[in-house]
């Protein structure tokens, strides 16, 4: 129970800090979180790499400002390449970079392809990342059609999510086939959300101010304990430095 308040304290303590314009100062400890993009790069979906790309500055910004030290990688499925089987584009010695390095893989290839298997590369990612011992882990899927996995991949991911107390996150079009059932279920099982790639496609840069706070909140609650203490010292000085900024004034 105490866990769960203080969690929810540190939060909007942070969240205060973060609205009334302070930044954790440059020694300040962070929650460490490695975030892996599994992106469908089918021929459909070159516009929703581009707003990804474009947006990710924006994404590591409140994700720095809530005392979260991220690292990405990004892991391709669904083009001609390889037959629509997943790619690891982060090509570092642990999968993992920058926000300034995931946005480059990103863009090493451009869309095309129709074969769609996410829960295939949902585990690709989960089982070729060299995930950061104490880092939450992260897994946003993007994709606007439901999953062409085969059924053993299918079966496997829930469990592989629950080994790797990972959070799964899903940007998908609730409209689309079996989507829903493909996808739903699993975010919701394991600290994540459901999004909807119509509304992402609608307006960016709205969608993702949601999506961004929907993120640093899940991985507030995922961290462990101490982290959430020492956050809780980012926030409250935050909000100390602008209190006295502003006295100052």
Do not use: C
């Amino acid at each position: 129970m105490f866990k769960k308040i203080s969690k929810k304290i540190g939060a909007l303590i942070i969240a205060s800090g973060f609205l009334l314009g302070a930044a954790p100062a440059a020694n300040a400890q962070f929650i460490p979180a490695d975030i892996v993009y599994v992106v469908d790069y089918s021929g459909s979906m070159q516009s929703d790499i581009n707003a990804i790309r474009a947006n990710i500055n924006t994404f590591q910004t409140a994700l720095t400002n809530a005392g979260i030290d991220a690292e990405y990688g990004a892991v391709m499925f669904g083009r001609t390449t390889n037959s629509g089987n997943p790619v690891l584009l982060t090509n570092t010695p642990t999968g993992l970079t920058d926000a300034a390095g995931v946005n480059a893989a990103l863009g090493s290839y451009t869309a095309s392809g129709f074969n769609e298997p996410g829960a295939t590369a949902s585990l690709f990612a989960l089982n070729n990342i060299t995930w950061r011992a104490n880092a939450v882990k992260n897994i946003i899927l993007i994709t606007d059609e439901d999953d062409d996995s085969n059924a053993a991949d299918k079966a496997a991911i829930d469990g592989a999510l629950t080994a790797a107390n990972a959070l799964y996150n899903v940007i998908i079009d609730p409209n689309f086939g079996t989507s829903v059932a493909d996808y739903g279920t699993l975010a919701n099982n394991h600290g994540g959300q459901v999004f909807d790639i119509n509304a992402f496609r609608s307006d960016p840069s709205a969608f993702l101010a949601n999506f961004n706070r929907t993120k640093v909140q899940e991985i507030i609650n995922q961290a462990p304990e101490p982290s959430i203490m020492a956050l809780l010292g980012i926030g409250l000085a935050g909000i100390g430095f602008v209190s006295r900024r502003r006295a100052a004034v």
